[in-house]
């Protein structure tokens, strides 16, 4: 089996699917996917903007498995051409092959010595936080009622996942000398640094809260700019601004709890520039029973169960469109998006066992 999920890492990984550029189009990869699974009926649909899926069905499934096939763009640090799949002892290097070609290559050597029902959805632009092949595809009337999402999880089934917000708030000021006596107030400077001030400390009083092994509150002010210099008052500023929430907590709550922060003469703009919602999703109220159900399927398939994460996953949109979400998937979240990305081999066989054991009917 190992030897097949190789030959299969080695030619996805040989396919330029960097994101950005967002070049990524309907042949290539994807022609390469449809020959791999004859026995499936196939649809390749191009989103635009370099979001191509291909849904892969045979039979009658109940469950769907999605996997991303675009990557982060490689770095000059990596010490051989990323699109060439290296295989050491223990590891099998490669631009994508940790995040997520690997569980790809897997699916597709497990579908080919299967003849159960399996659904298999292949999209290409998670890496652009524009989730359009997830949400074309919830859109439809696809019948599916859980599914497994394939992202570095050492192999073990993950549950909970914070959500994930980001914003740009834009100050105003009153352009001047910097000696006058009201220049503390009018500087756009100052308030973005007295919100940035009330913002910390509050993230820091939801240190007590837990949820499934993950705690408090995740915050990062990215950048901040503004002003001219130093003798004059600044007229403007801008903060960019992100948080990271249990899935206990509201996410709209918490952007009004953010907002108010900000002296309403001083705030021009408040704008959410990105979200993805927390695994699991939709009423906080019942995220708990939600978490619950992903642990009974995750037993039911004899997956091993692990550890709630930080990092944020298309599995929450799953869950959000009311489907029984969880994580799984080969290699190291550690080593996703690094120079020399690589993933254990014992990994990679072990995934497409499972794989192989929960399609079932081996041919």
Same mark, same amino acid.
């Given at each position: 089996?190992?030897?097949?999920?190789?030959?299969?890492?080695?030619?996805?990984?040989?396919?330029?699917?960097?994101?950005?550029?967002?070049?990524?189009n309907?042949?290539?990869?994807?022609?390469?996917?449809?020959?791999?699974?004859s026995?499936?009926?196939?649809?390749?649909?191009?989103?635009?903007?370099?979001?191509?899926?291909?849904?892969?069905?045979?039979?009658?499934?109940k469950?769907?498995?999605n996997?991303?096939?675009?990557?982060?763009?490689?770095?000059?640090?990596?010490?051989?051409d990323?699109?060439?799949?290296?295989?050491t002892?223990d590891?099998?290097i490669?631009?994508?092959?940790?995040?997520?070609?690997?569980?790809?290559?897997?699916?597709?050597?497990?579908a080919?010595?299967?003849?159960?029902?399996?659904?298999f959805?292949?999209?290409?632009?998670?890496e652009?936080?524009?989730?359009?092949?997830?949400?074309?595809?919830?859109?439809?009337d696809?019948?599916?009622?859980e599914?497994?999402?394939?992202?570095?999880?050492q192999?073990q089934?993950?549950?909970?996942?914070?959500?994930?917000s980001?914003?740009?708030?834009?100050?105003?000021?009153?352009?001047g000398?910097?000696?006058?006596?009201n220049?503390?107030s009018?500087?756009?400077?100052?308030?973005?640094?007295?919100?940035?001030?009330d913002?910390l400390?509050?993230?820091?009083?939801?240190?007590?809260?837990?949820?499934?092994g993950?705690?408090g509150?995740?915050?990062?002010?990215?950048?901040?700019?503004?002003?001219?210099?130093a003798?004059?008052?600044?007229?403007?500023?801008?903060?960019?601004?992100?948080?990271?929430p249990?899935?206990?907590?509201?996410?709209?709550?918490?952007?009004?709890q953010?907002?108010?922060?900000?002296?309403d003469?001083?705030?021009?703009?408040?704008?959410?520039?990105?979200?993805?919602?927390?695994?699991?999703?939709?009423?906080?109220?019942?995220?708990?029973?939600?978490?619950?159900?992903?642990?009974?399927?995750?037993?039911?398939?004899?997956?091993p169960v692990?550890?709630?994460?930080?990092?944020?996953?298309?599995?929450?949109?799953?869950?959000g469109? *009311?489907?029984?979400?969880l994580?799984?998937?080969?290699?190291?979240?550690?080593?996703a998006?690094?120079a020399?990305?690589w993933?254990?081999?014992?990994?990679?066989?072990?995934?497409a066992?499972?794989?192989?054991?929960?399609? *079932?009917?081996?041919?």
């Open positions: 089996m190992l030897e097949s999920v190789l030959k299969h890492l080695e030619v996805l990984v040989s396919f330029d699917t960097r994101n950005p550029p967002r070049a990524i309907t042949g290539g990869i994807f022609d390469y996917i449809r020959a791999q699974l026995d499936f009926k196939v649809e390749v649909v191009d989103h635009g903007a370099g979001a191509v899926s291909l849904f892969a069905v045979r039979g009658n499934p469950r769907v498995f996997v991303h096939l675009d990557t982060v763009p490689s770095s000059p640090a990596w010490t051989a990323p699109l060439k799949l290296r295989v002892g590891r099998a490669g631009l994508g092959a940790c995040d997520i070609k690997g569980a790809a290559a897997a699916l597709i050597a497990a080919q010595v299967t003849q159960g029902d399996a659904a959805l292949f999209s290409s632009d998670e652009a936080n524009d989730p359009r092949c997830i949400a074309a595809f919830l859109a439809r696809h019948g599916f009622s599914a497994i999402i394939a992202e570095p999880t192999g089934a993950v549950l909970a996942h914070r959500g994930i980001a914003v740009r708030m834009a100050f105003k000021g009153q352009a000398h910097a000696s006058a006596e220049a503390l009018l500087s756009a400077v100052h308030n973005a640094m007295r919100w940035g001030v913002a400390d509050f993230v820091k009083s939801q240190n007590h809260l837990r949820f499934g993950l705690t509150l995740r915050f990062n002010i990215g950048r901040v700019e503004g002003g001219i210099k003798n004059m008052i600044a007229p403007s500023a801008e903060i960019r601004f992100g948080f990271r249990l899935p206990s907590q509201d996410m709209q709550a918490l952007h009004a953010f907002r108010n922060f900000a002296n003469d001083a705030l021009a703009e408040y704008e959410e520039t990105f979200r993805g919602p927390s695994l699991p999703s939709g009423d906080v109220a019942r995220a708990e029973e939600r978490r619950l159900a992903a642990r009974d399927l995750a037993d039911e398939l004899n997956l692990g550890n709630a994460v930080d990092f944020w996953t298309e599995a929450s949109l799953f869950s469109a *009311g489907l029984t979400a994580v799984y998937g080969p290699g190291d979240i550690a080593q998006h690094t020399d990305e993933v254990s081999l014992q990994q990679l066989y072990a995934y066992e499972s794989i192989m054991r929960v399609l *079932g009917k081996t041919n």
